[in-house]
């Protein structure tokens, strides 16, 4: 069972991308999805996370405002909206569910459980 990621693509600085995750019932059904990326040389990094109600996020400093992470339950998916992409944000971004509880755990992969393959965005300069 695997998260599947889409959405990546190159665009030009201060342009928007949109990145969805869709995720099989079961695995929707767990607490917590999250968004992780890793760029070329670099340990992945914790993105976004939000809860299943939708009622906790959290996001690292350096997208706090551009990005916005959401899930639509009904359609078992979840979305991260990137806008004012910076080169920085140039990264294999990867979405993935745990359950998870106490937002302090967010932002440590080992406690996700599933993942998806990665979809690539290139913000060029």
């Known amino acids: 069972v695997q998260l599947q990621a889409s959405g990546g693509g190159l665009v030009q600085a201060g342009g928007s991308l949109r990145l969805s995750c869709a995720a099989p019932g079961l695995i929707f059904s767990i607490n917590v999805m999250g968004w992780f990326r890793q760029a070329p040389g670099k340990e992945r990094e914790f993105v976004a996370a939000?809860?299943?109600?939708?009622?906790?996020?959290d996001y690292v400093d350096s997208v706090k405002g551009r990005f916005t992470i959401s899930r639509d339950n009904a359609k078992n998916t979840v979305y991260l909206q990137m806008n004012s992409l910076k080169p920085e944000d140039t990264a294999v971004y990867y979405c993935a569910a745990g359950d998870l509880y106490g937002s302090a755990m967010y932002r440590d992969s080992r406690k996700y459980n599933y993942w998806g393959q990665g979809t690539q965005v290139t913000v060029s300069s």
């Open positions: 939000i809860n299943r109600s939708g009622s906790i996020t």
